[in-house]
């Protein structure tokens, strides 16, 4: 048998091949990329499999396990061979050992309760000689996510955090957030492991360090103080991703710890002239007095990385010098940056989004590079488009001219978004320099006799914006736009043209009552704002002309009266009064006194600014890019104006550390006969408690003969650091003389350790006593493994689990502030799935569904819905994917990744987008599969709970109450409900189920809540007033009507 499948295996190509025997039948072309394979119909295979995995030769076993990697790899699904392949994880063989726990790595967590059997194995992993079994079996268990495990993972962590091997610290490092996910409770634990690896001096480390710091206490910054210098020296031998991680971090730490660079000079200008003129009376002070000398570490250790292959480093370093250094000095990223733009056109669209906010505040920077930014026929269109408001930012009196003349070759390009956004760039440049204003006012009038519509309308909104700033010049360009109204259909431009006659119908008295008679012509034809601005016409013309538009208006008026949209019903109502009084008469009423004052006010011409302006998040960050803030968004914290103590990261002088050593030396040589056995017996384990000399290329040959004694090793080390300790305390009670006599007892590896600085002698002292209770507490409990494993029963598990599905630990815990509005988590996440789609009208197909109250990736508008496939039937699935789609006016769907496979009895999810448009209208869609060579398509129907159309925002109660106010009438509802009890925590709770919103404040006896809705962005604000008596006052107020109404009566349903 086994014969037969290794002549299976040779004919199949070996582990890689995709050539496959006739009798497989035709292959089937995966329709998605990312899988890149093949899927064929011949399943037997995985027979022959589990029958090489359960022979007794490796080199079968090898070549099994080599195949069922190369599925994984291509994105099949080889679920239903971990029975098989666990069992392997006691194989000798390392290769076989290696791919077993990559393998375990990818369905660990699937497969959990077959996982957790072969915890045992992985403990004993944890000690083999080999550093790849013990990262490999460590990544394994931090893998398996199981509340009952974690005090296993936790000592897991712990031990390899103070391994042998910067390999394996480096894994415990990934491991910390994986288990801070599980448990959020083990916080404090993990900080101190954390503290442990922060202060490592391994390249290798450091970086995977930092990133668990990010994730667990990125507030932490008394972590970062006495290891500061060490991670400034070392960023250079980082690797690239840890290099990206470190500068970050030490961005903001940056911002913290050291006084504004740039406060002296924030009102001086980029241009060079205006520095000269100043040079006398600020530089000769000032320039000295700049830096913190460890502020001047972190730009001149950083500036290197500029010159870095990798883009994302160079763009850590370009936002570092953008947020923390001088201006003087920042000018050197730019040319790093602009080298990046030569890159992928991925690489360009977020470099480009970069220097389109620092060109902003700082135009000298890339104005010597203005070439660089002209616009080629092979870029992309959203590359285009930054490209222009780039050029825009850079746009100087000097430089204006060719930027116009570049402008000008745009307009004729066959992109009409680029051609459109090419005009508004020039109206931007003309409000901008008030130089060229009357030449693009030219140019774009020029252009209303082009042929194409879209470009005739993009000018006239233009014009219309530049012509609030100087109407009087400009009498003859209304003229000649009113002309146009019988030729332009865009409603966006007709509706300008018709504001611009309005607001200056004194300088065109003739034509504006003209262009008044027309559109009461085709009044029932036109779009809706066309018909506002319709409105707007007659009430100027009537207030300024009555005789010539009196019976015009009243006619348009009545046209407006009995509109099919109420919006233009309401506006006519409203303005109506204005000039008409209630008989329909033209007597004067106190509204019409003021009617003139209200409509002809002078109004203040309109600033063009770009979408990039006061953008407050973190250069090169995700949340930059979208302009939004995103899971694990960290805010960029403002300047001290008083920087803060910076002997915080002073930990000895290095002039007195030879002093030091001598006098530690002549101490020991007064017990030198003593100490030379403990010393002999505890080094191996005393190095690996401080893992600062250890390198990567240690000789695993000699790990095998320190891991057998181990465990007593470790346990002598910690009764001679406890007696050490004891007799200090009796000698010393000094913190600093502490500290020397401390270290002299503490690790050997410190004797030879001539470059190591005083901030890791601190930082080990303080971890000790951790070590120390570890180590009593494993020698408290001499249990098996099994024994371990058995007593953890009784452990309470942690609830609720929070999951990075879920959010909640990858929240930003700053998030933005935006016009006093702060979104922040969902309080509570729904668990329970409603069923979409039933196992018999799916014909084996069942489909759940469960709102997860988190952001969409693609748009913050969409819900983000969670669909659980399950394949009830005893064939396989294929290909599961969206197909038509019937979605009302306004919804958008963004589809989920295309399932390629299920198996039978098996589950798998996947993420749907969908805008509802602040409405509960059902979308209705066609989910598409193939059985047995048969493709059907079911259809299914999704339906969103008012509750889940907003999303919680945090408001100040001031903000809230003042919002409160504006929304009443009929933007407010509410009602009386019976609840027994006045338990906050229930209420609370209760609400919370109904809807995603957040809890404002819950003072005395009133609870506020409040939300937004996701497309509109509409303030939904919940005030519940508890009563003496057993009954809650609910009032909703929300500027949707619709909404606040549906919210109110689910509110209610729940209560009762």
């Keep these: 048998m086994l014969s037969a499948a290794?002549?299976?295996?040779?004919?199949?190509?070996?582990?890689?091949?995709?050539?496959?025997?006739?009798?497989?039948?035709?292959?089937?072309?995966?329709?998605?990329?990312?899988?890149?394979?093949?899927?064929?119909?011949?399943?037997?295979?995985?027979?022959?499999?589990?029958?090489?995995?359960?022979?007794?030769?490796?080199?079968?076993?090898?070549?099994?396990?080599?195949?069922?990697?190369?599925?994984?790899?291509k994105g099949r699904d080889a679920s239903e061979l971990f029975p098989a392949v666990v069992k392997n994880v006691v194989s000798k063989n390392i290769e076989v050992k290696k791919l077993v726990y990559v393998y375990l790595v990818r369905y660990a967590e699937d497969q959990q309760d077959l996982a957790l059997l072969s915890i045992s194995t992985f403990q004993r992993a944890l000690k083999d000689p080999n550093q790849l079994i013990r990262a490999s079996a460590l990544r394994v268990l931090s893998s398996i996510r199981v509340s009952m495990i974690v005090p296993i993972v936790m000592l897991a962590i712990k031990d390899s955090a103070s391994d042998m091997s910067p390999y394996v610290r480096k894994t415990a490092a990934h491991a910390i957030p994986k288990l801070y996910s599980l448990d959020p409770e083990q916080k404090e634990e993990l900080i101190a492991v954390l503290e442990k690896l922060l202060s490592d001096k391994t390249t290798l480390v450091v970086g995977s360090a930092?990133?668990?710091?990010?994730?667990?206490?990125?507030?932490?910054?008394?972590?970062?103080?006495?290891?500061?210098?060490?991670?400034?020296?070392?960023?250079?031998?980082?690797?690239?991703?840890?290099?990206?991680?470190?500068?970050?971090?030490?961005?903001?730490?940056?911002?913290?710890?050291?006084?504004?660079?740039?406060?002296?000079?924030?009102?001086?200008?980029?241009?060079?002239?205006?520095?000269?003129?100043?040079?006398?009376?600020?530089?000769?002070?000032?320039?000295?007095?700049?830096?913190?000398?460890?502020?001047?570490?972190?730009?001149?250790?950083?500036?290197?990385?500029?010159?870095?292959?990798?883009?994302?480093?160079?763009?850590?370093?370009?936002?570092?010098?953008?947020?923390?250094?001088?201006?003087?000095?920042?000018?050197?990223?730019?040319?790093?940056?602009?080298?990046?733009?030569?890159?992928?056109?991925?690489?360009?669209?977020?470099?480009?989004?970069?220097?389109?906010?620092?060109?902003?505040?700082?135009?000298?920077?890339?104005?010597?590079?203005?070439?660089?930014?002209?616009?080629?026929?092979?870029d992309a269109t959203h590359i285009k488009l930054l490209k222009l408001d780039i050029l825009t930012n850079l746009a100087t009196e000097t430089s204006i001219g060719v930027i116009l003349r570049e402008f000008q070759t745009y307009i004729s390009s066959s992109d009409k978004e680029f051609v459109g956004a090419s005009i508004q760039a020039i109206g931007r440049c003309a409000s901008n320099i008030k130089e060229v204003t009357d030449t693009c006012l030219n140019g774009l009038v020029s252009l209303l006799s082009n042929r194409d519509e879209a470009v005739v309308a993009e000018s006239v909104v233009v014009i219309k914006k530049l012509l609030q700033t100087q109407p009087n010049e400009h009498k003859d360009i209304i003229a000649h736009m009113a002309k146009l109204m019988d030729f332009i259909t865009v409603p966006q431009a007709r509706a300008s043209i018709l504001w611009l006659l309005g607001e200056y119908s004194d300088r065109v008295p003739k034509i504006a009552p003209d262009v008044l008679r027309?559109?009461?012509?085709?009044?029932?034809?036109?779009?809706?704002?066309?018909?506002?601005?319709?409105?707007?016409?007659?009430?100027?013309?009537?207030?300024?002309?009555?005789?010539?538009?009196?019976l015009l208006c009243q006619y348009v008026f009545q046209l407006a009266k009995y509109d099919q949209n109420y919006d233009i019903r309401d506006r006519a109502r409203f303005l109506r009064h204005f000039i008409f009084n209630q008989d329909g008469g033209t007597a004067e009423t106190?509204?019409?006194?003021?009617?003139?004052?209200?409509?002809?006010?002078?109004?203040?011409?309109?600033m063009l600014e770009s979408r990039f302006k006061d953008s407050q998040f973190q250069l090169g960050t995700l949340s930059h890019y979208l302009d939004t803030p995103c899971v694990g968004?960290?805010?960029?914290?403002?300047?001290?104006?008083?920087?803060?103590?910076?002997?915080?990261?002073?930990?000895?002088?290095?002039?007195?550390?030879?002093?030091?050593?001598?006098?530690?030396?002549?101490?020991?040589?007064?017990?030198?006969?003593?100490?030379?056995?403990?010393?002999?017996?505890?080094?191996?384990?005393?190095?690996?408690?401080?893992?600062?000399?250890?390198?990567?290329?240690?000789?695993?040959?000699?790990?095998?003969?320190?891991?057998?004694?181990?465990?007593?090793?470790?346990?002598?080390?910690?009764?001679?650091?406890?007696?050490?300790?004891?007799?200090?305390?009796?000698?010393?009670?000094?913190?600093?003389i502490k500290k020397l006599n401390n270290s002299d007892s503490g690790s050997s590896s410190q004797d030879f350790d001539s470059e190591n600085e005083s901030d890791s002698e601190e930082s080990e002292e303080e971890e000790k006593p951790v070590k120390r209770e570890g180590k009593e507490d494993a020698k408290e409990k001499p249990k098996s493994n099994l024994d371990l494993l058995l007593d953890l029963d009784d452990v309470i598990p942690i609830t609720p689990i929070m999951t990075p599905s879920l959010g909640g630990f990858l929240t930003p815990m700053n998030p933005l502030q935006l016009n006093g509005v702060t979104e922040v988590a969902a309080s509570f996440i729904p668990i329970k799935a409603t069923e979409l789609l039933n196992k018999v009208s799916g014909k084996g197909l069942k489909l759940d569904f469960r709102f997860t109250r988190s952001q969409h990736l693609v748009s913050s508008a969409m819900n983000?819905?969670?669909?659980?496939?399950?394949?009830?039937?005893?064939?396989?699935?294929?290909?599961?994917?969206?197909?038509?789609?019937?979605?009302?006016?306004?919804?958008?769907?963004?589809?989920?990744?295309?399932?390629?496979?299920?198996?039978?009895?098996?589950?798998?999810?996947?993420?749907?987008?969908?805008?509802?448009?602040?409405?509960?209208?059902?979308?209705?869609?066609?989910?598409?599969?193939?059985?047995?060579?048969?493709?059907?398509?079911?259809?299914?129907?999704?339906?969103?709970?008012?509750?889940?159309?907003?999303?919680?925002?945090?408001?100040?109660?001031?903000?809230?109450?003042?919002?409160?106010?504006?929304?009443?009438?009929?933007?407010?509802?509410?009602?009386?409900?019976?609840?027994?009890?006045?338990?906050?925590?229930?209420?609370?709770?209760?609400?919370?189920?109904?809807?995603?919103?957040?809890?404002?404040?819950?003072?005395?006896?009133?609870?506020r809540f409040a939300a937004q809705t996701l497309a509109s962005k509409s303030l939904v604000l919940i005030t519940i007033k508890i009563g003496e008596t057993d009954d809650l006052e609910v009032c909703v107020n929300c500027e949707k009507m619709v909404i606040g109404s549906m919210l109110l009566n689910d509110i209610k349903a729940n209560f009762k």
């Design 6 to 73: 290794a002549n299976t295996m040779s004919n199949n190509g070996g582990s890689y091949s995709n050539d496959r025997p006739a009798s497989a039948g035709e292959p089937e072309l995966a329709t998605d990329a990312a899988s890149g394979g093949f899927f064929h119909s011949d399943y037997k295979k995985h027979e022959d499999l589990k029958q090489m995995l359960d022979s007794n030769k490796d080199g079968l076993k090898l070549e099994a396990m080599k195949r069922i990697i190369g599925m994984v790899a």
């Design 210 to 378: 930092v990133m668990a710091f990010e994730e667990v206490c990125p507030e932490r910054i008394d972590l970062i103080h006495k290891n500061y210098r060490k991670l400034c020296n070392l960023l250079v031998d980082v690797d690239e991703w840890g290099q990206v991680v470190i500068v970050n971090m030490l961005t903001r730490y940056a911002r913290t710890q050291f006084t504004n660079p740039n406060a002296d000079d924030a009102e001086e200008e980029e241009n060079r002239p205006f520095y000269d003129s100043d040079s006398d009376s600020s530089n000769s002070k000032k320039p000295k007095f700049s830096l913190d000398p460890d502020h001047r570490l972190l730009l001149r250790n950083t500036k290197p990385l500029l010159q870095s292959r990798n883009a994302s480093v160079v763009m850590a370093v370009a936002q570092l010098y953008h947020h923390a250094a001088p201006r003087s000095e920042v000018m050197i990223a730019a040319k790093a940056l602009i080298r990046l733009l030569r890159g992928h056109r991925e690489v360009q669209s977020i470099v480009l989004h970069c220097i389109a906010s620092i060109s902003i505040s700082r135009k000298g920077m890339f104005e010597p590079f203005l070439k660089s930014f002209f616009v080629r026929t092979s």
């Design 518 to 550: 027309k559109m009461a012509k085709s009044f029932i034809n036109e779009q809706d704002i066309v018909k506002l601005q319709t409105l707007n016409l007659a009430v100027k013309l009537y207030l300024s002309n009555p005789n010539q538009t009196k």
């Design 590 to 606: 106190k509204l019409s006194q003021f009617a003139k004052k209200i409509f002809l006010a002078p109004k203040p011409a309109p």
């Design 633 to 736: 968004h960290h805010i960029l914290p403002q300047f001290p104006e008083v920087a803060p103590d910076p002997s915080v990261r002073d930990v000895a002088e290095p002039v007195s550390a030879h002093e030091i050593k001598d006098e530690r030396h002549s101490r020991k040589e007064k017990r030198d006969k003593k100490a030379t056995k403990e010393k002999e017996k505890s080094f191996y384990s005393e190095d690996e408690s401080s893992p600062a000399e250890e390198s990567e290329s240690e000789d695993e040959s000699t790990d095998s003969s320190e891991s057998s004694s181990e465990d007593r090793e470790s346990s002598e080390y910690s009764s001679d650091s406890d007696k050490y300790s004891e007799e200090d305390e009796k000698k010393k009670k000094k913190n600093v």
């Design 864 to 1007: 983000s819905i969670e669909l659980t496939f399950s394949n009830e039937s005893s064939t396989t699935i294929k290909d599961i994917k969206v197909g038509n789609k019937n979605l009302p006016s306004g919804i958008q769907v963004h589809d989920f990744m295309p399932i390629q496979i299920l198996q039978p009895k098996t589950t798998s999810s996947s993420t749907i987008g969908v805008n509802f448009n602040d409405s509960t209208q059902p979308v209705n869609l066609n989910i598409n599969y193939q059985k047995d060579d048969e493709t059907l398509s079911s259809s299914v129907t999704v339906k969103a709970p008012v509750g889940e159309l907003v999303r919680s925002v945090m408001v100040t109660e001031s903000f809230f109450t003042a919002e409160q106010a504006k929304l009443k009438g009929m933007n407010e509802h509410v009602v009386k409900i019976a609840f027994p009890g006045h338990n906050r925590k229930i209420i609370s709770q209760k609400v919370f189920e109904s809807a995603n919103v957040a809890l404002i404040s819950s003072e005395g006896n009133i609870l």
